[in-house]
């Protein structure tokens, strides 16, 4: 899942950024809430983390425009303003929760796991192909009944991609684009290495799935 957040404190914007990616969301870290607001009309996030106070446009900005726009994506916002008053004006402009400063990453990435269980927009159904079943609410994967497939969240997260296009050929940069946040910097061969780890485990734990490799086009799911 794709997620933006807006936070213009270095060192909280780098704990929530490492936190959030950690429980395998592919996150957009921005500083500023205009870029912010182009960066939302760009990708469509399952969630967004905005800062209330930030240069540019404010969280409570971006999140007063989702809402006039009839844009449900959930919004946490974040702030120091502990006040009742403050609390209401964060709800009333549309956010679905609201994180007073300081607070413990435990507690705000069980926030967001809420925010995401209950909105129907977010809400992702169990993938299967073949005997592979992916649940992206637990983060598990499975052949049959047996013990959850160990990988690591960008294996999770290619293999979930692709099971959500079972044959269709998803290229290079479609993989990219989906994987790494707008701001990483992978190597050219960074894909190809991630399909090669995570075809050992198919194998492994006998998947009877195949991850083909399409000279000049990208790579398909299929059954062996």
């Not at 435990?106 to 967001?112: D, H, K, P, Y």
């Not at 052949?143 to 690591?152: A, K, N």
């Not at 910097?185 to 190809?192: D, G, I, K, M, Y």
């Amino acid at each position: 899942m794709r997620l933006l957040l807006l936070e213009d404190e270095p060192d909280l914007g780098h704990a929530l950024h490492k936190a959030l990616t950690q429980e395998r969301y592919s996150v957009d870290w921005l500083t500023n809430g205009d870029e912010a607001w182009e960066m939302i009309q760009t990708y469509p996030y399952r969630a967004l983390v905005l800062d209330w106070m930030v240069p540019g446009c404010s969280g409570l900005e971006i999140c007063q425009r989702l809402r006039q726009a009839q844009d449900s994506t959930p919004v946490l916002v974040l702030t120091a303003r502990d006040g009742l008053q403050d609390l209401v004006q964060g709800l009333d402009a549309g956010a679905d929760d609201y994180l007073v400063k300081p607070f413990r990453l435990a507690e705000l990435l069980a926030r967001v796991r809420a925010l995401l269980r209950r909105s129907p927009q977010t809400q992702t159904p169990l993938l299967q192909v073949g005997r592979l079943r992916l649940d992206p609410a637990q983060a598990t994967v499975q052949v049959d009944d047996y013990s959850p497939m160990p990988l690591t969240a960008r294996e999770f997260q290619l293999l979930e991609a692709l099971m959500h296009h079972p044959g269709q050929i998803l290229s290079r940069d479609q993989l990219l684009d989906q994987l790494w946040p707008m701001d990483a910097e992978p190597s050219s061969n960074v894909v190809a290495a991630q399909v090669r780890l995570l075809r050992r485990k198919l194998a492994t734990y006998q998947a009877d799935l195949l991850i083909e490799t399409v000279y000049g086009f990208g790579y398909r799911l299929r059954p062996s």
